[in-house]
């Protein structure tokens, strides 16, 4: 049974450029969340879709956007690149039952903006 | 807000020793506590939970136990590995957020 699974796993990209990334979540999960993680620091909560609307955001600009499609495939978009933008970013898939239920991580998408 | 505090690292340990590792959080309500491991290059890992007070979650050897009067959640392994070396992160979830609010994580290093 197939995880979670991101692409790409590395990407290089130029400050002002914009940048979409991908996610596959767990079989069987309906719901995803985006989170970004600095180097050395905790996973930062930017949103979470469920059934292809954003049900909830964290403290991100607006510059960060994302979609759900109807297979529950989930894509990040970063408009106008900053350098701080540098980080790795993970999806998460669970199933919306409850606050109880479990998050399956992805391997993340490094994303280096020069 | 929700937030996590977690020990600073890094810890280094000798193979067999105990390990400890500290976690006390602030929120409203009873949220649900988890641990989770990120080994070198990849995502993170549930490694346990504990949904309500007094809970105790343990998986390969861990141990954690939710102590509302402290808000704390400490983790706990009586024998560690070499690898067990990882960065270990403490994170809670309330029902109303439905987010993970993570600490900044702990790095741990196993020498053999």
């Known amino acids: 049974d197939a995880g979670v699974t991101q692409s790409p796993t590395h990407l290089i990209k130029t400050r002002g450029q914009q940048v979409t990334l991908r996610c596959s979540p767990k079989?069987?999960?309906?719901?995803v969340s985006w989170y970004q993680q600095a180097l050395g620091q905790g996973p930062q909560f930017i949103f979470q879709?469920?059934?292809?609307?954003?049900?909830q955001r964290g403290n991100f600009p607006d510059r960060f956007s994302g979609h759900q499609f109807p297979n529950y495939s989930s894509e990040l978009n970063v408009n106008a690149l900053l350098l701080g933008d540098s980080a790795l970013y993970l999806c998460?898939?669970?199933?919306?039952?409850?606050?109880?239920?479990?998050?399956?991580f992805g391997s993340g998408t490094r994303l280096t903006v020069v | 807000g929700n937030s996590v505090t977690q020990m600073e690292g890094p810890v280094t340990l000798s193979e067999e020793a105990f390990l400890t590792i500290n976690c006390t959080y602030t929120?409203?309500?009873?949220?649900?506590l988890f641990w989770y491991v990120q080994y070198p290059g990849e995502g993170l890992q549930l490694l346990l939970k504990?949904?309500?007070?007094?809970d105790k979650g343990s998986n390969k050897g861990f141990e954690a136990t939710y102590r509302k009067e402290t808000t704390s959640f400490h983790l706990e392994k009586g024998s560690v590995q070499v690898s067990d070396s990882a960065v270990y992160f403490c994170a809670l979830s309330q029902s109303s957020a439905r987010q993970l609010t993570f600490g900044s994580g702990t790095q741990l290093t196993v020498l053999p």
């Open positions: 998460a898939s669970s199933i919306d039952r409850g606050f109880n239920y479990g998050y399956t």
């Open positions: 929120a409203t309500g009873y949220p649900s």
């Open positions: 504990a949904t309500k007070a007094d």
């Open positions: 079989s069987g999960h309906d719901t």
């Open positions: 879709y469920y059934e292809e609307e954003e049900r």
